[in-house]
C-alpha cells in the first residue's frame, strides 16, 4: 500500500447518510479482498471479504465492490452511525499467499 | 474474551534495551502472523508461522527482531537493541488454513503500542 504519513484521506458524511470508501489495489495476482474498520487504539476489525470470482457482495449495512478490470474495490456503508467513524482499510491477498498488504486508509467521520 | 491477545498493550523503553511481545492467537487457529503499524499508515506484514514452523519473513524484520512460537500456540516477538525508528504499533493476527480455505480470512489482536525513547 502506498504510504501517506500522518494526513489520511477523510470523508465525512451525516449521520443516516450512506458512505462510500474507495480503494486502488495494485497486484492482479491479488484474488483475496478485506476491509477492515479500525478504531483510534484498537487493531485492525475485519468487515467483509470479497474474493475475486465476485464483483459483489453483501453484508449487514455492508457492501462490498469489485473491479477487477480497472483494479478497484468499494465499501458502501448504508444509513452511517456515529459508530462507524474510523480508519477503513482495504487489503490484499492471493490465495496462496500468506501475508495482506494493506491499502491507503480512509479516515470515516460520521457528523450529527 | 476469545479473541485474540495480546500482551502487554504499551510499553515505553530506552533505545538500546531490548523488549519482547507476547500474542495468543484464537485458540483453533493454526496461522499466526505479526505486523508493524506506524501512524497514519496501514499494518505492514513481518513474519507469519504455520503451526510451529515460520514459513514467512518480511525484508523488514531486520537481525535485531526475532520471532518464536515454540509450541505453535503463542507467539512471541522480540526486538533486540532497540532503536527509535522501532516505535510503533506491533499487531497480530490469527487464521485457520482449513477453515478459511486457500483465503486468508486474518483477526487481529489490539497489538501493543512500542515507544522508544
Known amino acids: 500500500g502506498e504510504s501517506v504519513g500522518l494526513h489520511l484521506p477523510t470523508l465525512s458524511v451525516q449521520e443516516g447518510d450512506n458512505s462510500i470508501i474507495n480503494c486502488a489495489y495494485s497486484?492482479?495476482?491479488?484474488?483475496?479482498f478485506i476491509w477492515y474498520k479500525q478504531e483510534s487504539g484498537k487493531g485492525p476489525q475485519f468487515i467483509i471479504d470479497?474474493?475475486?470470482?465476485?464483483d459483489k457482495r453483501q453484508g449487514q449495512r455492508v457492501t462490498v465492490l469489485l473491479n477487477k478490470t480497472v483494479k478497484h474495490l468499494s465499501l458502501q456503508i448504508a444509513a452511517t452511525q456515529p459508530g462507524d467513524s474510523a480508519v477503513y482499510f482495504c487489503?490484499?491477498?492471493?490465495?496462496?499467499?500468506?501475508?495482506?498488504?494493506f491499502g491507503t486508509g480512509t479516515r470515516l467521520q460520521v457528523t450529527l | 474474551d476469545t479473541g485474540v491477545s495480546q500482551d502487554p498493550r504499551h510499553k515505553i523503553t530506552k533505545r538500546g534495551q531490548n523488549v519482547t511481545f507476547r500474542c495468543d492467537p484464537i485458540?483453533?487457529?493454526?496461522?499466526l502472523y505479526w505486523y508493524r503499524q506506524t501512524l497514519g499508515q496501514g499494518p505492514e506484514f513481518l513474519t507469519y508461522?504455520?503451526?510451529?514452523?515460520?514459513?514467512?519473513k518480511s525484508r523488514l524484520l531486520s537481525d535485531r527482531f526475532s520471532a518464536e512460537r515454540p509450541k505453535g500456540s503463542f507467539s512471541t516477538l522480540e526486538i533486540q537493541r532497540t532503536e527509535q525508528g522501532d516505535s510503533a504499533m506491533y499487531l497480530c493476527?490469527?487464521?485457520?488454513?482449513?477453515?478459511?480455505?486457500?483465503?486468508?480470512?486474518?483477526?487481529f489482536g489490539p497489538g501493543t503500542r512500542l515507544t522508544v525513547l
Open positions: 493476527a490469527s487464521s485457520h488454513s482449513q477453515l478459511a480455505g486457500a483465503y486468508n480470512e486474518q483477526f
Open positions: 485458540s483453533e487457529h493454526n496461522r
Open positions: 497486484n492482479s495476482a491479488s484474488d483475496y
Open positions: 508461522f504455520q503451526n510451529e514452523a515460520q514459513l514467512e
Open positions: 487489503a490484499e491477498n492471493t490465495g496462496t499467499a500468506s501475508k495482506l498488504t
Open positions: 470479497i474474493r475475486s470470482n465476485m
